[in-house]
């Protein structure tokens, strides 16, 4: 069993940035693969960013790749996501999930667990 606490959600304007982290407790987290979704009003969740447990892979939705950028501290069971040049678009709450899969998955059902959440709201 992981347990999974998003924290760092907030309102920022265009432009602005924002870090989440996510703290892991539970089973040995440095053997997860650990990734961001978000899920905007009305949508269905979708794959932001996600990490290797080495963190020396990683994988990015093209709308946010290049302004976004995962990381893990495997020491302290934390997932980071920093947050740049941020858009309306990108309101949504933003929810870390961990998987056990061998690569790494971008498919909702590919992971085990799940936060509950945190909102970032962007303003324009």
């Known amino acids: 069993q992981v347990q999974l606490v998003e924290s760092g959600g907030g309102l920022v304007q265009t432009g602005g940035s924002l870090r989440l982290s996510c703290a892991a407790s539970?089973?040995?987290?440095?053997?997860?693969?650990l990734a961001w979704f978000r899920q905007a009003p009305g949508k269905g969740r979708e794959f932001v960013a996600a990490?290797?447990?080495?963190?020396?892979?990683?994988y990015y939705a093209d709308s946010v790749k290049g302004r976004f950028t995962i990381s893990r501290d495997n020491a302290k069971n934390t997932v980071f996501l920093q947050m740049n040049s941020l858009k309306p678009e990108d309101t949504a709450v933003y929810y870390c999930?961990?998987?056990?899969?061998?690569?790494?998955?971008?498919?909702?059902?590919?992971?085990?667990?799940w936060g509950q959440g945190t909102q970032v709201t962007v303003s324009s």
């Open positions: 999930a961990a998987s056990q899969f061998y690569t790494i998955p971008i498919r909702t059902p590919s992971y085990e667990y």
């Open positions: 539970g089973r040995t987290v440095s053997s997860y693969i």
């Open positions: 990490i290797s447990r080495g963190g020396d892979s990683t």
